[in-house]
């Protein structure tokens, strides 16, 4: 039997998005398409995104490899400032 995916919830779908945001932005700043304001705007929403703690065990590794990648572009942002 497959594995259920969990519910769809509000909090899902944003932290899906910011999933989904983090290689746009790494890759917005290494090719200099996205200004340093643009992609620290970008990040603040995916920051948003992992603020509350989450009990489902999927769910919370979602946050935790948005967090992770959080932590990459706040260093790309810091080098670049």
Known sequence: ??????????????????AALIPIIESGLADSRLSVERAALMASFCEWTVE?????PSV??????????????KMALSSTA
């Open 52 to 56: 509350k703690p989450f009990d489902d």
């Open 60 to 73: 919370a590794k979602l946050a935790e490899t948005v967090d992770v990648g959080l932590k990459r572009i």
């Open 1 to 18: 039997m497959s594995k259920q995916p969990p519910p769809s919830t509000p909090e899902i779908h944003r932290l899906r998005a910011a």
